[in-house]
């Protein structure tokens, strides 16, 4: 039997747990959301912590029945220390340490993004690299060059909102419920994307960076001056109008990532926002007009899951890559831990 990894993934309000055999049979993939935020209309930080704490012994559970398998049977544990919400690192981060200690297996801490680039492989074992990797998640919105599973280079990165905190603003500011994502996903299935002709943030010529903070603002000022003329707004079509520029922008700078880069085999679309059907539409129409595959995990491995994080565990193992049991949560890890900045190499313009 090959290794056999037991992950656990706390950085936000899911809480997760997942045994995966070899880096891809997820043999449980447990997920207990915390419901209890939709009354606030976003995550409270202290709450998600607390809950964590109660659920976090009856997932592990509950994914070691659904394996069955015992601790015994674990080779190693993984968690998820960062970026995310400090409180909720370490509830995960210091059970899986304590776990690790008590059974005397290797831990491994495991960067979330680098977690969702794996949900890629999790679900296709044999992805063709070098490929180009979409991240686009509530917290960050970037693109890598991904050379092999211990090479990756950054390509580029948002600099103000990430495309899902736009969603959720705007989601937000179109008096819709939490998570706004998936609401104004379903409000813009009713609209017309090309209603309102809302700006497209593309930035200096040659750049691969993203930036959304501009569209959300002009979302907000045409609902405050179409309520100010007394003219009625069709919600639906500013929720289209909107889903439409971030898609666009997504997907063209990815598209000219691929084009930059060398000798990219296919492309990888990961993290919640990659779960927008526009999205997976437009990026599959977009990569086969530029004859290459495109790789986007199943939904349930787009939004936060531990299989994720036991995936990119196994490379780690793989490698030797333990982590010291002193290894502490790190809120604000920036993507640059995990990848290699390269602006003026064979990326570079």
């Known amino acids: 039997m090959s290794e056999v990894i037991l992950a656990v993934e706390t950085s936000c309000d899911e809480t997760a747990a997942a045994v995966v055999e070899g880096g891809t049979k997820v043999r449980a993939n447990i997920v207990?959301?915390?419901?209890?935020?939709?009354?606030f209309g976003g995550v409270v930080p202290e709450i998600a912590s607390r809950r964590h704490l109660e659920n976090i012994p009856v997932v592990v559970q509950e994914a070691l029945d659904q394996a069955a398998i015992s601790l015994?049977?674990?080779?190693?544990?993984?968690a998820t220390y960062g970026p995310g919400l400090v409180g909720a690192l370490l509830v995960g981060l210091s059970y899986a340490k304590a776990l690790a200690y008590a059974l005397e297996k290797p831990f491994i801490?495991?960067?979330?993004?680098?977690?969702?680039?794996?949900?890629?492989f999790l679900e296709y074992p044999d992805l063709p690299l070098p490929a180009v990797c979409l991240v686009v998640s509530g917290g960050h919105t970037a693109l890598l060059y991904l050379e092999s599973h211990g090479r990756r280079y950054l390509m580029g990165a948002t600099r103000d909102d990430a495309a899902g905190e736009a969603f959720d603003k705007v989601a937000r500011?179109?008096?819709?419920?939490?998570?706004g994502g998936p609401e104004l996903e379903r409000?813009?299935?009713r609209g017309n994307p090309a209603a309102v002709p809302f700006p497209r943030a593309w930035l200096e010529e040659g750049s691969l960076d993203f930036?959304?903070?501009?569209?959300?603002?002009?979302v907000l000022n045409y609902l405050r001056q179409e309520q100010q003329a007394g003219r009625e707004i069709n919600l639906a079509d500013v929720a289209a109008s909107f889903q439409q520029a971030v898609v666009d922008v997504l997907v063209g700078k990815t598209i000219k990532a691929a084009k930059r880069a060398p000798a990219v085999r296919s492309l990888l679309a990961v993290g919640g926002v990659a779960s927008n059907e526009a999205l997976r539409r437009a990026l599959s129409v977009a990569a086969r007009e530029a004859g290459l595959p495109v790789f986007i995990p199943r939904r349930a491995f787009c939004?936060?899951?531990?299989?994720?994080?036991?995936?990119?565990?196994?490379?780690?193992?793989?490698r030797g890559e333990f982590s010291s049991l002193d290894l502490d949560a790190v809120p604000h890890l920036p993507l640059v831990e995990s990848v290699v900045e390269s602006p003026m190499g064979p990326l570079g313009p």
């Open 211 to 218: 930036s959304f903070s501009g569209l959300k603002t002009a």
């Open 187 to 189: 409000l813009a299935g």
């Open 109 to 120: 801490g495991v960067h979330h993004l680098i977690g969702h680039i794996y949900a890629g």
């Open 303 to 318: 939004t936060d899951n531990a299989a994720m994080i036991a995936c990119a565990a196994h490379y780690q193992y793989l």
């Open 173 to 179: 500011a179109l008096g819709l419920g939490y998570p």
């Open 72 to 78: 015994a049977d674990v080779h190693a544990v993984a």
């Open 32 to 39: 207990a959301s915390q419901s209890i935020h939709r009354r």
